[in-house]
């Protein structure tokens, strides 16, 4: 008996912080604030340079972008998964070849 259930969801709830953090980082702006934000808190929190700007001007809207971003990637998984369990709840016709009948 095989299973013939389909899946067009994206994650699983193990793999869904991993894959759409990296996939939000796949993004070049997303990456340059990132970039920035940590030069700005190494000027800030040590003394290897001076940074007149608090890295949370740059960390802060960055993370309420991503968090907004994964917020919606993940509602939108959600109904995927949502949509396969009604999908997959449909009883089927099974078809098989006249040869591998068995003849009582």
Request: charged residues 20%.
């Amino acid at each position: 008996h095989t299973d013939n259930s389909m899946s067009t969801a994206k994650y699983t709830l193990l793999t869904f912080l991993p894959i759409a953090i990296r996939e939000q980082f796949r993004r070049n702006g997303n990456v340059y604030f990132l970039v920035m934000g940590c030069l700005m808190a190494i000027g800030w929190y040590t003394d290897v340079f001076d940074s007149a700007i608090s890295p949370w001007t740059t960390l802060g809207p960055l993370a309420l972008v991503v968090s907004i971003s994964l917020a919606q990637e993940g509602a939108a998984d959600l109904a995927r998964h949502r949509s396969d369990a009604k999908t997959n709840r449909h009883p089927c016709v099974v078809l098989t070849r006249a040869d591998e009948l068995k003849h009582h």
